[in-house]
Nanobody, 122 residues
Framework: QVQLVESGGGLVQAGGSLRLSCAAS????????MGWFRQVPGKEREVVTE????????YYTASVKGRFTISRDNAKNTVYLQMNSLKPEDTAVYYC???????????????WGQGTQVTVSS
């Protein structure tokens, strides 16, 4: 089992920045792919970004590329999401996930955090 706890969400003005953190406990954190997802009411949860454990390669959805950065610190069992140049359309609940690493876009997401709200005002 892996437990994930997100933090760092909040209210920010458009153009501002936030950094989300996801602290993991339980099984070996470093062997999991890690991802950030987001969801707004009435819409499906979408992948924002993911990072592989094997080589640190990353994927970003087109709408956040160049603005968001995912990173992980295996020694601290923590994954981060640095969000810059935030836009109102980034408003959502952000979830951290850990999964079996079968390649970018192919991870099987086994564990989820409880989510943290990010609200970007215009």
């Amino acid at each position: 089992q892996v437990q994930l706890v997100e933090s760092g969400g909040g209210l920010v003005q458009a153009g501002g920045s936030l950094r989300l953190s996801c602290a993991a406990s339980g099984r070996t954190f470093s062997h999991y792919a890690m991802g950030w997802f987001r969801q707004v009411p009435g819409k499906e949860r979408e992948v924002v970004t993911e990072i592989r454990w094997s080589d640190g390669s990353t994927y970003y959805t087109a709408s956040v590329k160049g603005r968001f950065t995912i990173s992980r610190d295996n020694a601290k069992n923590t994954v981060y999401l640095q969000m810059n140049s935030l836009k109102p359309e980034d408003t959502a609940v952000y979830y951290c996930a850990a999964g079996r690493d079968y390649g970018l876009g192919s991870a099987l997401w086994d564990y989820w955090g409880q989510g943290t709200q990010v609200t970007v005002s215009s």
